[in-house]
C-alpha cells in the first residue's frame, strides 16, 4: 500500500474513513477507549438517533468538508443503507470514494491513484451498519447537548481505527454531518446541506473498479 499523503487523510477523514488500523500498527496495541456514563436523557438521545439512522435507508445531498487548516471543499454525497455510500469532490480532479458494502474505494482521476480499505474498519461503517448498535462493539466516549441538536462522539471498542467519530444531529433528529478527530488531535469536519432521503438510487453509482485495469488485463 502507497504511502498516505496529507491530502489523502483528509479526504479518507471527509468520507468518515479516518486514520485506517491498516496504515498504523499502532491501532491494535492502543488502550481501549473508556464509556462515558450516560445520563438517561444521553441514552434516550443515543436511541433516537440509533433509530433515525436505521431507519434512514436511501439518502443524497451535498456536503462542506473543513480541514484542520480552514480549507474547505465540497462535493456530492449518496447513502443507501446497509453499506453503501458515494462521496463525488467537485472539481476537475474528479475525486471519488465509492463503499460497496465491504470494502472503500477512493479513485483520484488527477493522480491516476486507486485505493481500497475494508469498510468495517472505518468509522463510516457506524453509519452504514445494517443493524445500528451505538451499545455494541462501539464505545459512546460523550454526548453533547446544543442549541439546534446534540453531538454523539463514539470510538470502535476493540479500536480498529485510531482517533474518534461525532455524528451531528439535529433535534428532529437528523444527520448534519460529522467530525473526525484523528490520533494526534487534527479534525477533519463534514457539514450536510440539503440531505435528504430519497426513492432507490442507482446501484451503479455504489461500483467503483479500478479504472486503470483494462478489460482482460490482469
Not at 438521545?45 to 436505521?54: K, M, N, S
Request: proline share 5%; no cysteine.
Amino acid at each position: 500500500m502507497t504511502a498516505t499523503t496529507p491530502t489523502r487523510r483528509l479526504i479518507l477523514a471527509a468520507a468518515g474513513i479516518g486514520t485506517v488500523a491498516a496504515l498504523s500498527g499502532q491501532a491494535l496495541a492502543a488502550s481501549k477507549p473508556a464509556a462515558a456514563p450516560l445520563s438517561a436523557e444521553d441514552q434516550a438521545l443515543v436511541d433516537r438517533a440509533t433509530a433515525y439512522i436505521q431507519a434512514l435507508g436511501a439518502a443524497k445531498g451535498r456536503f462542506v468538508q473543513t480541514d484542520s487548516r480552514g480549507g474547505q471543499t465540497e462535493g456530492t454525497v449518496y447513502l443507501q443503507r446497509p453499506g453503501k455510500a458515494r462521496f463525488a469532490y467537485d472539481g476537475p480532479g474528479g475525486l471519488l470514494v465509492v463503499s460497496n458494502g465491504s470494502a472503500v474505494n477512493i479513485y483520484d482521476s488527477r493522480l491516476k491513484s486507486f485505493q481500497s480499505y475494508p469498510l468495517s474498519r472505518t468509522p463510516l461503517a457506524l453509519l452504514l451498519a445494517r443493524e445500528v448498535r451505538l451499545d455494541r462493539g462501539v464505545v459512546i466516549t460523550g454526548v453533547r447537548k446544543f442549541t439546534d441538536g446534540f453531538t454523539i462522539v463514539a470510538q470502535d471498542a476493540k479500536r480498529q481505527t485510531l482517533g474518534r467519530i461525532s455524528l451531528d444531529f439535529s433535534h428532529a433528529p437528523a444527520l448534519m454531518g460529522w467530525t473526525v478527530t484523528d490520533a494526534k488531535g487534527g479534525e477533519t469536519r463534514v457539514r450536510l446541506v440539503d440531505f435528504e432521503k430519497t426513492a432507490d438510487l442507482d446501484p451503479k453509482l455504489f461500483v467503483l473498479n479500478d479504472p486503470r485495469r483494462r478489460v482482460g488485463k490482469p
